[in-house]
């Protein structure tokens, strides 16, 4: 099987706009901080402060509920709310969750270390011999030393030089561990907890936010695909081989012309076969919405991609999403330029064909280390025929048959002389990304008319 693509795709529903802001979600994480920490002095916090154990446990007991709350909150930015994606996106959500991973271990490392030392001292023993008594003497205290366990265990997997080495699939299952961490904790926060032991108030509070937070998990990252299927019963209509190692993948479905969706925009796939119905991954739209099927494009990048070519046709498929801010949506000027290195040409290949403009007001930069790792080549030299766009193919060696930065500063300015007029859309590699996010700074592009998205692709 293989389709071909629509120059002009049939009209689909765009996805509802929520109106939440970023400055909103902001404000109301830090309120929720502020009444913690105002529960806290209700609670006697600060009367605990005339000595220096005293000073120490007060401490711990204040990092033990902010680490809580901060667990709370990572857990929700991955819940893949739209009114999140809407308000934040996915890059800054990531970058979000995952520094306030680490501020959760720091936060309950010093919880432990703190209320020890501050007992020890009240006790006038060692932290050992504390330790000791507290895990023997108290319940769940040993369950929440294993909750913060898996907590360091998700936080070192999570660091730069151990997630180079682990797979996809790997670093997720381990991140699933943060679920019971968080279970284990809320035991010993209910039976141990000041909250949650004298003031029904602040334990009906806390009851709240962990239900919330659970709701928002089994709602978005569990029911709307299960909705989604039911509705339209997604099915692989068929894989084609697009370039060495990069393969498009075809979902077919009932009534895909009612599923809101932009170009740019990219979903998490998950094939319902017996191997791998466990596994998930976040793979872009290549095609605009036709109303017929949608496209993802994959380059073989880990254990799931790699298999992509062999998936049958007629495989279910769970599709959660759409996600992702890299659309027509946040566009703010009228000329557009598009910036591909590698597969991070997919989405851009649907916006080329779907964002709106007059001939001459867009223009593509696609960076590739040969002419054949280019994907869609003739479907872009077709595109841009048919739309009046501009397309600049960068393919060779860096260093040798191009600079070493193929898109840095003078190139795009020689290929783009107005750049810092248009909105400019990027994917690719990070490093890619990076750096050209710094040219186009020197360029004078204003942050606010660069859109990129490293989870899109």
């Known amino acids: 099987m293989t389709p071909v693509p629509v120059a002009r795709p049939s009209s689909v529903p765009l996805p509802r706009e929520w109106g939440l802001r970023a400055f909103d979600v902001v404000a109301l994480v830090a309120g929720n901080a502020v ?3 105002l529960m806290w002095v209700r609670h006697g916090g600060l009367d605990q402060l005339d000595t220096v154990g005293g000073m120490l ?10 680490g809580t709350y901060l667990a709370l909150v990572g857990i929700v930015l991955m819940a893949r709310s739209p009114w999140l994606d809407q308000a934040i996106g996915p890059d800054r959500l990531a970058w979000a969750h995952r520094w306030t991973g680490f501020a959760t271990i720091w936060l309950i490392g010093g919880h432990v270390a703190l209320t020890l030392t501050g007992w020890a001292l009240g006790d006038g023993s060692n932290v050992v011999g504390e330790a000791i008594d507290l895990i023997a003497g108290y319940p769940y205290v040993l369950w929440a030393v294993v909750g913060f366990g898996l907590f360091l265990m998700v936080g070192l997997t999570s660091m730069s030089a151990a997630r180079r080495r682990l797979s996809y699939e790997t670093w997720y299952w381990l991140h699933v561990y943060t679920y019971l961490a968080i279970a284990l904790a809320f035991l010993h926060q209910l039976f141990v907890g000041a909250d949650f032991t004298h003031d029904p108030l602040a334990a009906a509070y806390w009851i709240t936010l962990y239900v919330a937070t659970a709701a928002l998990v089994i709602v978005f990252r569990f029911g709307q695909p299960l909705v989604l299927y039911r509705r339209h019963g997604f099915r692989v209509g068929g894989v084609v081989d697009e370039a060495p190692g990069v393969a498009s993948l075809y979902v077919s479905g009932r009534g895909l012309q009612r599923l809101p969706m932009r170009s740019g925009q990219y979903f998490v796939v998950r094939f319902l076969r017996r191997e791998d119905w466990w596994r998930a991954h976040p793979y872009s739209i290549s095609s605009a919405p036709n109303g017929a099927w949608i496209r993802f494009t994959v380059k073989a990048l880990g254990d799931d991609t790699s298999t992509l070519p062999h998936v049958e046709p007629g495989t279910r498929v769970l599709l959660e999403g759409p996600y992702g801010v890299l659309t027509g949506a946040v566009r703010t000027r009228r000329k557009v330029t598009l910036i591909a290195g590698g597969i991070g040409i997919a989405p851009l290949r649907a916006l080329l064909e779907s964002i709106a403009g007059e001939p001459g007001d867009l223009t593509l930069l696609y960076r590739a280390a040969h002419p054949r790792d280019l994907v869609f080549r003739d479907e872009l030299d077709r595109l ?4 009046g ?4 193919y960068l393919t060779g060696r860096r260093g040798i048959d191009l600079p070493s930065d193929p898109l840095d500063a003078a190139t795009l ?5 107005d750049i810092a ?3 400019v859309y990027l994917c690719g590699p990070t490093g890619l990304m990076v750096r050209t996010e710094d040219d186009l700074r020197e360029l004078g592009v204003p942050s606010g008319q660069v859109h990129a998205e490293r989870f899109a692709y």
């Open 421 to 423: 007029d248009h909105d």
């Open 413 to 417: 300015a020689r290929l783009v002389p």
């Open 384 to 387: 841009a025929a048919h739309r």
């Open 389 to 392: 766009a501009t397309v600049h």
């Open 35 to 37: 009444l913690i920490l």
């Open 57 to 66: 446990t007060g401490a711990g007991q204040l990092a033990a509920l902010m």
